[in-house]
């Protein structure tokens, strides 16, 4: 069964920086593309970011470029996200999703992996 679990949010003033984590299990890690999606109050899920399973390729939405970094360890099955330059609008529930496929292709993106999510406000 796929297991993704999120964690580091938090409260965060504008500007600052979070880490974001994503420890998966059930299924082997490193042969999947990952995402981290969010969902902001009262508007539908957003794609963020996504990574390919081998090689170093990442996409960003246009919203985060420059901001956000994704990364992954297959070794500790762990897929992260950091952001910096936080704004108010990056205020969302984010979740982590695993692909059906090595590279980041949003027809085989599986939101039905993704775990519980983790909220990250940003307010002064």
């Known amino acids: 069964e796929v297991q993704l679990v999120e964690s580091g949010g938090g409260l965060v003033q504008p500007g600052g920086s979070l880490r974001l984590s994503c420890r998966a299990s059930?299924?082997?890690?490193?042969?999947?593309?990952m995402a981290w999606v969010r969902q902001a109050p009262g508007k539908g899920l957003e794609w963020v970011s996504g990574?390919?399973?081998?090689?170093?390729?990442?996409k960003y939405a246009d919203s985060v470029k420059g901001r956000f970094t994704i990364s992954r360890d297959n070794a500790d099955k762990t897929l992260y996200l950091q952001m910096n330059s936080l704004k108010p609008e990056d205020t969302a529930v984010y979740y982590c999703?695993?692909?059906?496929?090595?590279?980041?292709?949003?027809?085989?993106?599986?939101?039905?992996?993704r775990g519980q999510g983790t909220q990250v406000t940003v307010s002064s």
């Open positions: 999703a695993k692909y059906a496929s090595r590279i980041v292709n949003r027809l085989t993106l599986d939101l039905g992996s």
């Open positions: 059930g299924f082997s890690f490193s042969t999947y593309a």
């Open positions: 990574i390919n399973s081998g090689d170093p390729s990442r």
